[in-house]
């Protein structure tokens, strides 16, 4: 059974960091590309960034220089850190992926960016 946990979120003023965390299990996680979404109050979830079994990164122009996605196959993670915080990254994180064309979700992670 397919399963990601996020953690990580929390309040942070602008300009400040945060580190998202997703453990992922029930697949080899190795084999699919992870992706990291948002979801701001009357907004419609959108693309943050996305990470290659090989590590080949993207992300949403919005947040180019700021966040980076990383992985580690060997402890079936994926990593959103976000550097330099404005109060539009205020949204619900979640981590995703497409496991035999089905996607799966975490439970998303709030991230509050203000003073």
């Known amino acids: 059974q397919v399963q990601l946990v996020e953690s990580g979120g929390g309040l942070v003023q602008p300009g400040g960091s945060l580190r998202l965390s997703c453990t992922a299990s029930?697949?080899?996680?190795?084999?699919?590309?992870m992706m990291w979404y948002r979801q701001a109050p009357g907004k419609e979830r959108e693309l943050v960034a996305s990470?290659?079994?090989?590590?080949?990164?993207n992300y949403a122009e919005s947040v180019k220089g700021r966040f980076t996605i990383s992985r580690d196959n060997g402890k079936n993670m994926v990593w959103l850190q976000m550097n330099s915080l404005k109060p539009e990254d205020t949204a619900v994180y979640y981590c995703n992926c497409r496991v035999r064309g089905a996607p799966y979700w975490g439970q998303g992670t709030q991230v509050t960016v203000s003073s």
């Open positions: 990470i290659t079994t090989g590590g080949s990164t």
């Open positions: 029930g697949f080899t996680f190795r084999n699919y590309v």
